[in-house]
């Protein structure tokens, strides 16, 4: 169109920062699919005084959907019509639209912890609900690797806030390194 139009110099704006640059010759293309259209592109670029190639990443480019807009508005030579797309965007996310109850103060995984341990299933729950809970409570082991550990061996032994506090001679009085001292059946330890 620029030829057509006998224009001798262009500002060429892209949001491809890898078609510039094969464009002016700097990085190759190995895409042999691009190849024709490269060598087309370098044979106007000739028919031109000046050319000039700029980046502009897309975010960037507030006119790009402009343009794209008008285009498709353009009335074409055989009197064909380009009808517009209109598009809508949402103001909440889509998860927003589908919540019908209002929060029963549980935390999210009650119903999962629930089923672990009593294998009840919550009140009007419908049959992808309870199969996915069968799911979820069949997968929560899997992932676990127990460890087997050896006498002579270091562990960090934490306290956590929510522990009750223990009293006597078997309360933990420090956080720190213990030694194994025995391993015992089901994963018991005795820590020096």
């Not at 000739?46 to 990443?57: A, D, G, M, R, S």
Request: net charge positive; glycine share 4%.
């Amino acid at each position: 169109m620029a030829v057509d139009m006998n224009i001798k110099e262009l500002l060429v704006i892209g949001d491809s920062n890898l078609l510039i640059h094969q464009v002016q010759g700097e990085w190759s293309t190995k895409n042999i699919k691009i190849l024709p259209y490269l060598h087309c592109v370098r044979e106007l670029c000739k028919k031109l005084t000046k050319i000039e190639f700029n980046h502009v990443p897309r975010i960037q480019n507030e006119f790009a959907n402009a343009f794209t807009t008008i285009s498709s508005m353009i009335q074409h030579p055989d009197k064909n019509f380009i009808d517009p797309i209109k598009v809508e965007i949402k103001d909440q996310h889509t998860y927003c639209f589908h919540v019908n109850k209002e929060p029963d103060g549980k935390p999210w995984y009650h119903d999962i912890k629930k089923f672990l341990t009593t294998q009840e299933y919550p009140e009007n729950a419908t049959n992808g609900q309870q199969r996915a809970l069968r799911r979820m409570a069949s997968d929560f082991n899997k992932r676990v690797k127990p460890r087997q550990f050896t006498p002579g061996q270091l562990v960090l032994k934490k306290i956590f806030p929510n522990q009750e506090e223990a009293k006597g001679k078997f309360a933990p009085n420090w956080q720190c390194l213990y030694m194994v001292h025995r391993a015992l059946s089901g994963g018991a330890l005795i820590l020096e």
